[in-house]
């Protein structure tokens, strides 16, 4: 009974944070309240409060939630990266699977919508920085054990292309989300990709 009763809480909590990922996108973080995501599932506010403290807690589950869910999708067709033509075959990949699949999409839109620099975001900031599971700090991530390696240059600073990478494959897929993109995203993203790892290629 225990064990069922667990399942159920999880269930639960599985439909809180896909109707707040909804919501996130459809009103915006400020204007989604508890009351919304319990109305949406039919839900007391406190049945939402039971499973989350606050706004900012429910934010950040959605995040992580997400991402651990993207990762081991992502896990399952992809490698991760080893080199640096790894790296841009698996952003590649990535960026595929996000645009090719409604609910990433909208969790896409979600993260790309929110105003970063307010202080409120800062727990989430470090607590994706600290898991090492987004998507940026992969690419920070590998280029530094790649330059260990030897396949970067010792002599190059790494952080300002992580960056840059970091840019172009949201900003490919923003254009393709958008429908803006009038070329072949993963050709668009290999070809960014190619330009700045050879500036840093031992």
């Avoid at 109707?19 to 400020?30: C, Q, R």
């Avoid at 839109?109 to 105003?115: G, Y």
């Avoid at 920085?129 to 240059?153: D, V, Y």
């Avoid at 010792?154 to 923003?174: E, F, Q, S, Y």
Wanted: net charge positive; charged share 25%.
């Amino acid at each position: 009974m225990a064990r069922r009763t667990k399942a159920e809480a999880e269930q639960t909590r599985q439909k809180i944070l896909k109707a707040a990922l909804d919501l996130f996108v459809e009103k915006g973080y400020e204007r989604a309240t508890f009351e919304d995501v319990a109305a949406r599932i039919k839900l007391t506010k406190g049945a939402v409060y039971w499973h989350f403290k606050s706004k900012p807690d429910l934010f950040t589950e959605v995040v992580a939630d997400m991402t651990a869910k993207h990762n081991t999708q992502i896990a399952r067709v992809l490698p991760e990266p080893i080199t640096l033509d790894g790296l841009v075959a698996h952003f590649v990949e990535r960026a595929r699977l996000i645009v090719a699949q409604p609910r990433s999409r909208k969790y896409f839109q979600m993260m790309l919508s929110q105003d970063w620099p307010a202080a409120k975001f800062l727990p989430i900031k470090r607590r994706l920085r600290e898991s090492g599971a987004g998507p940026l700090e992969l690419i920070e991530k590998t280029l530094g054990t790649l330059q260990m390696k030897g396949e970067i240059r010792k002599d190059a600073d790494i952080t300002t292309p992580a960056a840059v990478l970091g840019a172009i494959w949201l900003g490919a897929m923003k254009l393709q989300i958008d429908q803006c993109l009038d070329a072949d995203l993963a050709a668009s993203i290999k070809l960014g990709f190619t330009a700045i790892i050879n500036t840093i290629r031992a």
